[in-house]
């Protein structure tokens, strides 16, 4: 059974940094894609940021950019996101996925596109 755990989540001044991790593990297949989603109160889930299995494909919303950077280890399942000068507007649940396509250039931007989800982690940042 697949499982996804985020971490690292917190509470944080304006301007602060934060370095998300998430791990899968149970898989039985490879080449899955990656992503980050979040959710603040009162407004629908969207994307943050993803990545290819191979890692040569990356994605970030707009509002994010040059800000926060993903990256992730295939040897450890894992996914990371580091989050440096944030906003008040980022505080929400930050929500890892994972995709079992089975692309290895692929990450997706869209909720449909993945089939696995962590519980969430809380990213609170104060202004």
């Known amino acids: 059974q697949v499982q996804v755990a985020e971490s690292g989540g917190g509470l944080v001044q304006a301007g602060g940094s934060l370095r998300l991790s998430c791990l899968a593990s149970?898989?039985?297949?490879?080449?899955?894609?990656m992503g980050w989603f979040r959710q603040a109160p009162g407004k629908q889930r969207e994307v943050v940021a993803c990545m290819s299995w191979s890692g040569n494909k990356e994605y970030y919303r707009d509002s994010v950019k040059g800000r926060f950077t993903v990256s992730r280890d295939n040897a450890k399942n894992a996914l990371y996101l580091q989050m440096n000068s944030l906003k008040a507007e980022d505080t929400a649940m930050y929500y890892c996925a994972l995709d079992s396509g089975g692309y290895s250039h692929f990450c997706g931007q869209l909720e449909a596109e993945y089939n696995y989800w962590g519980q969430g982690t809380q990213v609170t940042v104060s202004s």
């Open positions: 149970g898989m039985t297949f490879g080449d899955y894609g």
